[in-house]
């Protein structure tokens, strides 16, 4: 076989392995559609994965006009990727198979947010949490991390709550572990894992924001991520919402980030309390404000407390409107938010929604789902591992 003909083929096994994991179960048929390759290059190249252990015929055959035809899947546990994802003072490190199942998944505290400790605390456990797994591990990990990152998505350029510029991620963690480390933006890793496995998963073109002690969203076009020329879009908490607002770390005024975010919540609420000598009946009256956090204001306007209630109206008020903003330019199928707010609070989800609704073109909106995502500690882990693969899939992975 000449070197061009087992390129051909490679990049064949390739397109089916990728169409299976970013579309799920599919007939030889779908195949053929959706990779243009010929029926005969499917065929040869499905018997040699199968052979290989990564994909296998369904007994559950497809309800067609003509002749029945068997589905094909991707083999669960057949390898794993490895992906981490840094929030809360602690990553999330797990191990998940070719179908997102996760096989392991632990937590490792850090005790500084010093970009060479934080990174070093996770490359020393990341070779015995390997070695420590049933199934052969892809030499490869994905780390969702917070900031804008390059678009070679190896660096942090910038993380302005967090104190980091230029922080060379993949070198310092391949230098550590040996391995090829592919960097995403944390929220745009959590709408990876909610595109392809969870709330996302029956729309093609779809929003992911995540609000937390930041904001910033996923663009997914035909299921996959929109980077950007520089790898920025989605960087939605700098855009700017009130002109003469308060001023942003990133060094501009009324950001989204500083209305809707956690510390706004915190402040705005912190504020009115002392503002108005305001004694919540649902807070321990013992309780120092300044270690009062963003979900705890958010259980308590769940519970009814109307000055919690008011703050967290008035943050996911914000958001509604850059919401609007998003489906009027986008048109997606839906918006999913996750995060520690919206999954804290019921009253923040359904606030941006009306808001958005109310100033969003109405044709538009109308069809527009908007909902919460599926998964919470290891969507950014199991996200970043995914768009690791996609950057660097490879056959000799499974050698």
């Not at 030889?28 to 994909?55: K, P, Q, W, Y």
């Not at 998944?105 to 005790?111: A, E, L, R, S």
């Not at 400790?117 to 420590?132: G, N, P, Q, R």
Request: hydrophobic share 45%; with cysteine; net charge neutral.
């Amino acid at each position: 076989m000449s070197q061009i003909e087992l390129k051909d083929q490679k990049g064949s096994k390739l397109a089916i392995l990728q169409a299976l994991r970013v579309h799920g179960s599919m007939s030889r048929i779908d195949l053929t559609r959706l990779t243009g390759l010929s029926r005969a290059t499917i065929s040869i190249s499905i018997g040699e994965l199968m052979e290989n252990g990564l994909v296998y015929e369904t007994e559950n055959r497809l309800v067609t006009k003509g002749r029945p035809a068997t589905t094909l899947e991707l083999v669960p546990h057949s390898r794993v990727i490895l992906g981490a994802d840094l929030d809360h003072k602690a990553w999330t490190l797990g191990a998940f198979d070719l179908l997102g199942n996760a096989v392991k998944v632990m937590k490792i505290p850090i005790h500084s947010f010093e970009p060479e400790h934080a990174f070093s605390t996770l490359s020393k456990e990341i070779t015995s949490f390997s070695k420590s797994l049933d199934v052969s591990s892809v030499p490869l990990v994905g780390l969702g991390v917070p900031g804008l990152i390059d678009w070679k998505h190896r660096a942090i350029r910038s993380a302005a709550d967090l104190g980091w510029q230029h922080v060379e991620v993949a070198e310092l963690m391949e230098k550590a572990i040996g391995w090829p480390t592919v960097v995403v933006n944390r929220h745009r890793a959590r709408g990876l894992a909610e595109c392809r496995y969870g709330a996302g998963q029956p729309f093609r073109n779809m929003i992911y924001i995540g609000v937390g002690m930041g904001i910033a969203a996923g663009f997914f076009i035909d299921r996959q991520l929109m980077s950007g020329s520089m790898g920025g879009a989605g960087e939605i908490g700098h855009i700017t919402i009130e002109p003469e607002g308060p001023l942003c770390p990133c060094g501009n005024q009324g950001c989204l980030q500083v209305l809707s975010a956690g510390p706004a919540i915190e402040q705005e609420f912190r504020k009115l309390v002392r503002t108005y000598e305001h004694t919540s009946p649902f807070a321990d009256e013992s309780m120092d404000l300044q270690f009062l956090k963003a979900h705890d204001v958010c259980e308590l306007a769940e519970a009814g407390d109307d000055m919690a209630a008011m703050v967290v109206k008035k943050a996911a008020s914000y958001l509604g409107i850059a919401m609007a903003n998003m489906l009027n330019t986008f048109n997606p199928e839906a918006i999913i938010l996750g995060g520690t707010i919206p999954n804290a609070s019921r009253l923040f989800v359904d606030t941006a929604t009306k808001t958005m609704r109310q100033r969003a073109m109405r044709p538009l909106s109308a069809d527009t789902i908007v909902t919460t995502s599926q998964y919470m500690d290891i969507g950014g882990a199991l996200g970043a591992a995914n768009f690791a693969f996609d950057k660097n899939i490879s056959l000799s992975f499974f050698n």
